[in-house]
């Protein structure tokens, strides 16, 4: 007898169909899994003979031949157990071959008969309605983000013998629906934040035109509860976005049980010590790194010198393109990586360095120890920060540390509901002038010069900038389209040279780069025409 069930295998973010084919006939009592089946899938014939016979039904002792489909496509997964088990049923006339039609499976089993979860069942559903199929039976508690896919029924089951019973029509299981999102996680307020006021219109900014940042200060002076609150101020997702993140999670298996579609916008903070493979992605069949996790959201890197360099140049192409290519020898994926990066770093090895601050024309707050690294020591941490990684960070805001009795006495700033208006109110403005989904970090060379022309004194600044502190090509591009954000948030039709000024204060490291043989504590030192005054434009 034979049988055919349709099931799949998840490859980075994508489901690929598989065919499972079922024969029994004459020869020694032994089952056989064939079709380049690697890791789990070689030891499933185990777990699903165990599985069936917890369901009271006896196969025989006839020979059990069982042949995956595409036979090149490489199949380590164990949620093939499901189509495996029905296959070998409908083989054995237990199910009827016709309850395989326009149906497909996707489940691991246990030795008991547990249909255990599995990651990718989004895809899968996905993957069910292309083929024009009109069912899917999935694990219980796979079954909520199943059913997001429209068109399909979501078969949520706990047991194999549910399954038989469904397909005989003994006892038909009711479909999943679809449950509400879960509401968006706090992610703290800005007003929570004393003083920072440099920072906060930095982070603004960045949230208004998706603009990568990189925050320069000592510990403790409140790097990282900024970032935690960037995606408090960023919009939410659109319909396609929600599903498009969703299938992300769903395919590297970070969905929780029981939960629908994602609709708060990914936040992801590794720790220092992740290898290159765990941010981009990896393994002999590659999954999703912590790059591709916070599509459409915040990744966030804390002490980014840390990080190792390869995993830090790695980033470089992803910032720049929104996808990652992961090339084996056998296949070649591309993984979605449209993030917003948010970066922390201590000025100097031991995080009190302010010369920074004083080439900015402010005034150090005097809190804690006198920095005792040598200007070589400076330069050799920031050194592991290469050139081109920097150049794809568009803001650079340095952090000061705030003395107790201010931020005792600080009264309480902009609510992040507040800043997130107005963050709104600008997407709005690059929505109608770029199209949808569409902000000014992803402006092209064209849509540059058409919609940031500048005038003489903006001219004069860009020159300067370019002449004094040794500006890339990229660097000059990327001051431009933080500054038609800057004027999108204050709702001007054209940048000024107001908006150029505030947009090249923002590009702090690049002056350090060029300054690596000067004297970076000279208070004596003639501020330049954009640092005479660091608050923010209004």
């Excluded at 024969?23 to 699903?48: D, Y």
């Excluded at 199929?133 to 194999?160: D, F, K, Q, S, Y």
């Excluded at 992740?274 to 996790?293: D, F, N, Y």
């Excluded at 922390?344 to 010369?355: E, I, L, S, T, V």
Aim: aromatic share 2%; charged share 20%; net charge neutral.
């Amino acid at each position: 007898m034979y049988a055919r069930a349709a099931s799949g295998t998840v490859i980075g973010v994508e489901a690929l169909p598989v065919v499972v084919e079922a024969h029994r006939g004459n020869g020694l009592p032994l089952t056989n899994v064939i079709g380049l089946a690697r890791g789990a899938v070689k030891e499933s014939a185990v777990r699903v003979r165990s599985a069936i016979a917890a369901c009271g039904v006896h196969l025989g002792t006839q020979r059990q031949v069982l042949n995956l489909l595409p036979a090149e496509l490489p199949k380590e997964a164990s949620a093939l157990d499901l189509a495996l088990a029905v296959s070998l049923l409908a083989a054995a006339e237990v199910v009827p071959l016709a309850a395989l039609a326009g149906r497909r499976f996707y489940a691991e089993l246990s030795l008991g008969g547990s249909l255990e979860p599995v990651r990718g069942a989004v895809l899968m559903a996905d993957l069910a309605r292309r083929h024009g199929e009109t069912e899917i039976i999935v694990p219980h508690a796979n079954a909520a983000e199943a059913a997001i896919i429209p068109g399909v029924r979501v078969i949520g089951a706990r047991h194999l013998s549910e399954v038989i019973a469904h397909l005989t029509g003994a006892e038909v299981v009711t479909p999943a629906a679809p449950v509400e999102p879960a509401p968006s996680a706090g992610h703290g307020c800005l007003s929570e934040v004393k003083g920072q006021r440099l920072a906060k219109r930095a982070l603004e900014v960045a949230a208004a035109g998706n603009h990568n940042l990189l925050m320069v200060g000592p510990p403790g002076s409140g790097k990282t509860m900024l970032a935690r609150r960037l995606p408090g101020i960023l919009p939410e997702l659109s319909a396609d976005e929600s599903i498009e993140v969703t299938r992300v999670h769903s395919a590297a298996g970070q969905l929780r049980s029981g939960c629908g579609l994602v609709r708060s916008r990914p936040f992801r903070a590794p720790h220092h010590t992740a290898s290159e493979a765990a941010l981009c992605g990896g393994g002999s069949i590659p999954r999703p790194g912590e790059i591709t996790l916070a599509h459409r959201g915040v990744l966030f890197l804390d002490e980014l010198p840390e990080f190792s360099r390869r995993g830090l140049e790695s980033l470089r192409e992803p910032l720049e393109e929104g996808c990652i290519q992961i090339a084996r020898a056998s296949l070649s994926l591309c993984f979605p990586a449209q993030v917003l990066l948010v970066a922390a770093m201590n000025p100097c090895p031991c995080g009190r360095f302010q010369g920074d601050l004083r080439r900015l024309g402010a005034t150090p707050a005097k809190v804690g120890a006198l920095c005792l690294c040598s200007l070589s020591e400076v330069q050799r941490y920031r050194s592991r920060i290469s050139g081109p990684l920097l150049d794809r960070i568009d803001l650079h805001v340095p952090v000061q540390a705030v003395a107790y009795r201010d931020y005792a006495t600080a009264a309480a700033g902009e609510t992040s509901a507040v800043v997130r208006a107005r963050v709104l109110a600008a997407r709005a403005r690059q929505t109608a002038r770029l199209g949808p989904g569409r902000s000014n970090c992803q402006m092209q060379e064209r849509e540059v010069r058409e919609h940031v022309a500048l005038d003489d004194a903006s001219l004069r600044l860009i020159e300067q900038a370019i002449d004094v502190h040794g500006l890339s090509t990229r660097g000059s591009g990327r001051i431009l389209k933080v500054a038609r954000t800057i004027a999108d948030l204050a709702a001007a039709e054209a940048v000024t040279a107001t908006h150029v000024a505030e947009a090249i204060q923002y590009r702090m490291l690049d002056w350090a780069s060029a300054e690596a043989g000067a004297d970076l504590d000279d208070d004596a030192r003639q501020p330049t025409p954009w640092q005479h005054d660091t608050a923010p434009c209004a």
